[in-house]
């Protein structure tokens, strides 16, 4: 058995000798990885206009509620719930023959007290009467002249009309119910052509726009307010600045400010709520970037800047308000810099990347 195993031994040394000399010589380094290709655009600088937003809430410019003057039955309600109403039309009327009674019996009591009244100033100038008498004939007249009045209102508060033109809203009364000054609101008028949006500006917002135009409320009065509505959509008619609240809340720290907007076609209604927004201001040669080139870590903003050699470089910006799908950048850029759009992630700091032109919009 030793024998054969020595000359196996034997046979195999030059091929181990080869194997040996192969496995002395050094590795070839591994090739370098390519640099990783990303998209970059220059940053783009232009005069852009500084819109701010704010969360309004619509009301009627008037808010008329219906209420009973008089205390009766209601007989019809005259008006579609929900549906435009003109100023003067008839809403409800409440049983009127008690009131109708009522005023012809003041109405004849009336007539014979001015009879009386004539007869007593016949008299008197013969002194057929005493000054007292015909005194007292003068004051009936007028108590029943001043209960016919007010009879005659009773009668014409037997029918309640529309107060103004807008939208009535769902009775909250039904016919046969006893109404009067106590039930409570019959329905709600809103007047909602134009309509009102109220919306809170902060402290610092208030003092900004008052302290850059010297003219105060008359040049907020010619800025254009526009409405973006709960389902993205802006409102195409412009609004008009119309009051601003006379004093900042204790509590939130903001002034109330009311915007009107046109409404023809009665779209918006009270109770909505909607974006308010406007151009306060134009920020001359603003630097612009697409959002998706600005990384955000724990409130922290930067970019990846690539330079001439073709090296990446991690750099901290400030960002200022969004403009559609870009932000612009109030501090850590300059004009004409080139900052990666796609493939930041990567992007490491002053490594080298292969860029490529971001395609145009």
């Not at 046979?11 to 370098?32: D, E, I, N, S």
């Not at 005069?47 to 704010?54: A, I």
């Not at 330079?307 to 004009?335: C, N």
């Amino acid at each position: 058995m030793a024998g054969p195993l020595r000359f196996a031994s034997t046979r195999t040394l030059p091929v181990l000798a080869l194997f040996l000399a192969a496995g002395c010589q050094p590795k070839a380094p591994p090739a370098a990885a390519a640099p990783p290709v990303v998209e970059v655009m220059t940053v783009m600088q232009r005069d852009e206009p500084v819109t701010q937003e704010w969360i309004g809430t619509l009301d009627g410019f008037v808010n008329a509620e219906i209420r009973a003057e008089v205390t009766g039955y209601l007989l019809r309600q005259d008006y579609v719930d929900g549906r435009p109403v003109k100023k003067g039309d008839l809403l409800f009327e409440i049983d009127s023959r008690p009131f109708q009674a009522a005023y012809d019996q003041i109405e004849a009591n009336f007539k014979k007290s001015e009879l009386d009244l004539k007869r007593q100033a016949e008299l008197i100038q013969t002194q057929a009467v005493a000054q007292q008498e015909y005194d007292n004939a003068v004051q009936a007249h007028l108590a029943d002249k001043a209960s016919l009045e007010q009879a005659e209102l009773n009668l014409k508060f037997s029918r309640i009309t529309a107060p103004v033109d807008g939208i009535a809203g769902i009775a909250t009364a039904q016919l046969g119910d006893l109404v009067g000054p106590n039930t409570g609101v019959l329905t709600t008028v809103s007047q909602v052509d134009p309509i009102k949006a109220f919306f809170p500006v902060s402290e610092q917002t208030y003092l900004e726009l008052f302290r850059q135009r010297p003219d105060k409320e008359s040049s907020i009065a010619h800025i254009e307010w526009q409405l973006v509505l709960a389902d993205g959509t802006v409102y195409p008619r412009k609004g008009t600045f119309f009051a601003a609240d006379r004093a900042i809340s204790a509590d939130t720290g903001t002034l109330r400010m009311v915007a009107t907007f046109p409404n023809p076609e009665l779209l918006l209604r009270p109770g909505q709520y909607a974006r308010v927004r406007a151009v306060l201001q134009v920020e001359k040669g603003a630097l612009l970037v697409p959002q998706r080139a600005v990384q955000e870590l724990q409130g922290a903003y930067q970019v990846a800047v690539v330079d001439g050699d073709r090296r990446a470089h991690l750099q901290a910006v400030t960002v200022g308000q969004r403009v559609g799908s870009d932000w612009v950048i109030t501090a850590g850029l300059h004009p004409g810099e080139r900052v990666v759009t796609e493939g930041l992630q990567k992007v490491r700091d002053g490594a080298a990347v292969d860029p490529h032109s971001a395609p145009t919009k």
